[in-house]
C-alpha cells in the first residue's frame, strides 16, 4: 500500500514539475519500499521449494553439506592390500578406502594413513586426507579416499593404519592393513628402507661390517647417526647419537673409535663405535666450527678456516700448526703417506708436511685461476689433487713418486673434482660441476655411475654402492 502511494506521489511530482528535493524523496522511499517487497517473496520461496531432510542443507541448487556427528562412520579396505614389494619401495597399487555413515550424507571428516617405523612399534603419521563435507554435485552415500605406502625396512609383514576422525575431532573408526616386505633381489639401484630424510656428511664403516651415517635431517636441521647392518638396504637411527645440531666431519680408526665434529660445537669422541661419547672440548673458542680428520698415520687434526690443531692423543690435548699465510684459507684434506709424510689442501697450493704435522711447506702453487679442491692418498702411496680453475686445468692430477712429478688424467670444467676415494679397487670421485660420481679402476677409462644427483657415497665390502640423495639413501646390488 505505502509503496504504490509513494510511487503515485512520483509520478505526481513529475509531471506537476516539483521542487527537485521533493522528487529525489518520494523516488529514495520507492525504492527502498520495492526491495522490501522483493525480498519478501523470495523469503516466502524458499520456504515453500526448500526440502525437509535428516541432513542440513544449503540453500541452492546443488550444494549440500554432510553431518559427520551423526553416529555410523565406517571404514573399509577396497583396493591394494595384501601386496608384497620390495623394502623402501612404493607399493604399486594404491591403498583404497571407502568412508561410509549408515546411508547419510558424509559430513566434514579426516582420514589419516599412518605407518610404522623399521622397528614396527612406533607409528609415523604418513598422510592426512580432509573433507569438507560439502558437495556441489549429487551427495554420495560415500567416500572413496587412496593412499600410497612405502615399504619401511622389515623383512616380512608390514602394518599400517588408517583412522577416520568426525568433525568434532573424535576418532569413529579404524582399520588395520597389512604388506610384505622383501629384499631386492635384482641387480640395479633400490631405494634404501627406513631412509634418512636429509644428507650424509660423512660415511664410515666399523670392523664389523656395520655402515655409519653422519647425517643432517630436514627437520629442522637435526642431526643423528645412522647406521645399517645390511649393506645399506636399510637404515636405523643410533640412539646414543650426540644431540647436537650440524654434523660437519665424521671419521673412523681402525679400532672402532669414532671422532664427529659438528658447527659451533667441539669434537666428540666415542671409544666403541658410538655406544658412548666424550666431548673433546679444549679446542680455542674461536676455532668451534670446523672438521676433524683423522690420518692413517694415527694423527687426528681439527681444521677453522686458515687455523688447524693437531692431536697426538685422540683430542685430549692440542697444538697449532704452523701453515704458509695460515689466515688465507682454509686447511683441509690432510693425509699421510706410509712413511708419515703428510699431504694437505691449504688455500691455492697443495702443502707438504715432513715432521708429523707441525710444520707445512708449499709443494705445489698453482696459477691464480686455479685452487685445489681435494686431496688422496691411496694404499700405493699415489697422491691425487682434485683442482678447480676458471680458465684451464680443472680436474683430477695423480703423483705416482710423492708429489715430485704429476699426470693430468681427468680433466673437468671449472668446479672441479671432490671427495676422491678407493675402495675394493675402485677409484671414485665427483666431478662436482656435472653432479657426477665417477669410477674407474685403471685412472685410465672412466665411467659415469651415478644415476641422480648425490651429495656423499660409500662402498661397502660385498661392492654395494651407496647415495645420499634428496630422495634419501639409495643402493646398488651389483
Request: net charge neutral; aromatic share 14%; with cysteine.
Amino acid at each position: 500500500m505505502f509503496f504504490f502511494n509513494d510511487l503515485f506521489l512520483l509520478f505526481e511530482s513529475i509531471l506537476m514539475r516539483k521542487n527537485p528535493i521533493t522528487l529525489f524523496k518520494h523516488l529514495l522511499v520507492a525504492v527502498w519500499m520495492l526491495l522490501i517487497v522483493l525480498s519478501t517473496a523470495c523469503k516466502k520461496n524458499n520456504d515453500i521449494d526448500t526440502p525437509v531432510t535428516d541432513d542440513p542443507v544449503v540453500p541452492g541448487d546443488t550444494t549440500v553439506v554432510g553431518d559427520s556427528t551423526k553416529a555410523g562412520l565406517k571404514l573399509k579396505l577396497v583396493g591394494g592390500g595384501g601386496q608384497t614389494d620390495t623394502v623402501g619401495q612404493s607399493l604399486k597399487e594404491p591403498i583404497l578406502v571407502k568412508l561410509t555413515q549408515d546411508g547419510h550424507i558424509p559430513g566434514a571428516f579426516t582420514i589419516r594413513f599412518d605407518t610404522y617405523d623399521c622397528d614396527n612399534n612406533k607409528i609415523i603419521r604418513a598422510q592426512e586426507y580432509y573433507h569438507p563435507g560439502t558437495y556441489t554435485k549429487e551427495p554420495p552415500d560415500s567416500v572413496t579416499v587412496s593412499f600410497s605406502w612405502e615399504l619401511n625396512g622389515i623383512i616380512g609383514t608390514q602394518y599400517a593404519k588408517v583412522t577416520v576422525w568426525d568433525s568434532l575431532k573424535r576418532p569413529q573408526d579404524s582399520l588395520t592393513i597389512t604388506a610384505t616386505g622383501v629384499k631386492a633381489s635384482e641387480k640395479g639401484w633400490h631405494k634404501s628402507g627406513c631412509s634418512p630424510q636429509g644428507y650424509s656428511v660423512a660415511f664410515a664403516q666399523l670392523s664389523s661390517g656395520r655402515i655409519l651415517s653422519a647425517t643432517n635431517t630436514f627437520d629442522s636441521f637435526n642431526s643423528y647417526i645412522y647406521y645399517s647392518d645390511d649393506e645399506g638396504v636399510t637404515w636405523t637411527r643410533m640412539k646414543t647419537s650426540p644431540n647436537i645440531k650440524n654434523y660437519a666431519r665424521m671419521v673412523t680408526t681402525p679400532s672402532n673409535e669414532m671422532f664427529l665434529s659438528a658447527y659451533y660445537k667441539s669434537v666428540y669422541y666415542s671409544k666403541d663405535g658410538g655406544l658412548t661419547w666424550e666431548t673433546r672440548n679444549n679446542i680455542p673458542t674461536y676455532a668451534s666450527t670446523g672438521d676433524v680428520y683423522y690420518t692413517q698415520s694415527g694423527i687426528l687434526f681439527w681444521a677453522y678456516l686458515g687455523t688447524a690443531y693437531l692431536s697426538n692423543d685422540k683430542g685430549l690435548n692440542w697444538r697449532q700448526i704452523n701453515t704458509p699465510n695460515p689466515y688465507l684459507s682454509k686447511f683441509s684434506d690432510p693425509v699421510s703417506l706410509k712413511d708419515g709424510t703428510l699431504f694437505a689442501k691449504h688455500f691455492e697450493a697443495l702443502v707438504i708436511s715432513t715432521d708429523g704435522g707441525d710444520n707445512w711447506t708449499k709443494l705445489w702453487t698453482l696459477d691464480k685461476d686455479t685452487a685445489i679442491t681435494s686431496v688422496y692418498v691411496d694404499d700405493n702411496d699415489y697422491v691425487f689433487v682434485g683442482c678447480s680453475s676458471k680458465t684451464v686445468g680443472a680436474g683430477l692430477y695423480v703423483s705416482k713418486d710423492r708429489g715430485q712429478t704429476w699426470n693430468y688424467i681427468y680433466p673437468t670444467q671449472y668446479n672441479g673434482v671432490f671427495k676422491i676415494n678407493k675402495f675394493n679397487g675402485v677409484y671414485y670421485f665427483y666431478a662436482r660441476n656435472e653432479h657426477e660420481l665417477i669410477s674407474t679402476t685403471d685412472l685410465v677409462t672412466f665411467t659415469r655411475i651415478d644415476p641422480v644427483r648425490s651429495d656423499d657415497y660409500f662402498v661397502t665390502k660385498n661392492n654395494h654402492l651407496i647415495l645420499s640423495t634428496s630422495n634419501g639413501f639409495q643402493y646398488y646390488v651389483p
